[in-house]
Every structure is written in C-alpha cells, then in structure tokens.
C-alpha cells in the first residue's frame, strides 16, 4: 500500500512569513496526526484529527497554527507568522482503529 | 497528560553485543507501547509493539517488555549490526483516540 505522502519535503522561509504543508494519509486511515519534531528531540504531537473532527489540539499554538482536514482525507498544516522557534521538522501519520502510525517522511521547515 | 521517559539519551555498542533502551509512563490507563526506528532524514518506523495484556513480545533479535505494574517497558536488541544505528523512540499511547506520546529517544552507534 502506498505510505503517507508530505509535500513539500524541505522549505526555508523568514520569520513572520507564512508557510503551509500538506499530507496525504493511507487510504481507509480514518486518524490523522500532525507533529512537529525539533532537533534532537521526539516528535511533539500538534493536533489529532478522527476523520475530519479534531480529537486533540491540547499543543496546539492556536495564535499561529491552524490545521483542517476536510472531508476526512488530506490535511495541511499552516503557520502564520512563522518564528525562529518553529523551525523543525514536521511529521504527518495516519492510523487506522487503533493500530500503529504510520509516518510520512516529513517537512524540514527552516525559518532564518 | 501522559509522560514518557527514556533512557540512555546516547547508546554505543560493539557489533554482536545487545542493546536495552528503557522507558517509564505515567498514565496507567495506556494501553498499547510501540517502538520506533528513524533514520536520518525519514520518518520513524515501527520496528515492534507491545499492548498492555502482554508481558513480553519477539521478533527475530528484536524483543520488547512489559512491567505494567511498575509502569515501564523496555526494547531489547541482540546481535547487533551495524545497520541498527539510529534514534530509536519508544511511545504509549492512551485514550479513547489513542493519542501517541513519544520519548525523548535513544540515538544507538553500533561499532563494525
């Protein structure tokens, strides 16, 4: 089956830009997750969606994040305006009834 | 919320010697522990999982434990090759929604 696809894979941009990413899941994966893994640390998870409903966006930092998963499938991850400190990699899973994640191979965003 | 440690940070071993990566949780409703591999510049894989009605778990040199009672469980890996070297993460995941929460995870160097 095919893996959980993320676009773009790298991307470099100045603080106070905005920046968005993509991720499309395994196909039947009704769970979504978004999570932002910083150097050197485990990923953090960022928002959960079950299908199109947000479960969990506990980390969420609502002042600059936003995320929606329309019609249960695809999902972007948008930041605006984007600081220094999110610079990281952002990962994207899906799962399906509680079995594992899957990962994507993720987005290196770079804010200068 | 669910916190999880692990430890070591940083693991080095001679090829052919085994490797144990330990990591404690503190929520006792958590249900499922799975174990990840990454790679650098991939996303993490899972290599081995455990739920919370076994005690222990195997897959060819990789294995993983389970001390519900004490709440901590660990992964682990005999033979080593060098082919192993990478951040492993351990993970517990509670909840009806099944959220995920990661360790800080273990960067392991095999030594040819």
């Known amino acids: 089956e095919a893996g959980v696809a993320q676009s773009p894979r790298y991307k470099i941009i100045e603080k106070r830009q905005s920046v968005a990413f993509w991720c499309n899941p395994i196909?039947?994966?009704?769970?979504l997750y978004w999570y932002q893994q910083i150097l050197g640390q485990g990923p953090k998870l960022l928002i959960q969606?079950?299908?199109?409903?947000?479960?969990?966006d506990s980390q969420l930092p609502k002042d600059r994040f936003s995320a929606e998963r329309l019609k249960g499938v695809d999902s972007t991850l948008k930041i605006q305006p984007a600081k220094l400190e999110d610079s990281a990699v952002y990962l994207c899973?899906?799962?399906?009834?509680?079995?594992?994640?899957?990962f994507g191979q993720g987005t290196r965003l770079t804010v200068v | 919320g669910e916190n999880v440690e692990q430890h070591p940070s940083t693991l080095s071993v001679q090829e052919g010697d085994s490797a144990v990566i330990k990591c404690t949780y503190s929520?006792?409703?958590?249900?499922?522990f799975p174990w990840y591999k990454q790679e650098l510049g991939k996303g993490p894989q899972l290599i081995i999982d455990?739920?919370?009605?076994?005690g222990e778990k195997k897959d060819q040199r990789i294995a993983v434990t389970l001390n519900k009672t004490a709440k901590h469980f660990s992964l682990h890996i005999t033979e080593t090759q060098p082919e192993d070297s990478a951040v492993y993460f351990c993970?517990?995941?509670?909840?009806?929604?099944?959220?995920?929460?990661f360790g800080t995870g273990t960067k392991l160097q095999v030594i040819p």
């Open positions: 899973a899906s799962s399906h009834r509680n079995t594992e994640a899957f």
């Open positions: 196909s039947g994966h009704a769970t």
């Open positions: 969606f079950q299908n199109n409903g947000v479960v969990d």
């Open positions: 929520d006792s409703a958590s249900n499922y």
């Open positions: 455990i739920r919370s009605n076994v």
């Open positions: 993970a517990a995941t509670s909840g009806g929604y099944q959220k995920v929460t």
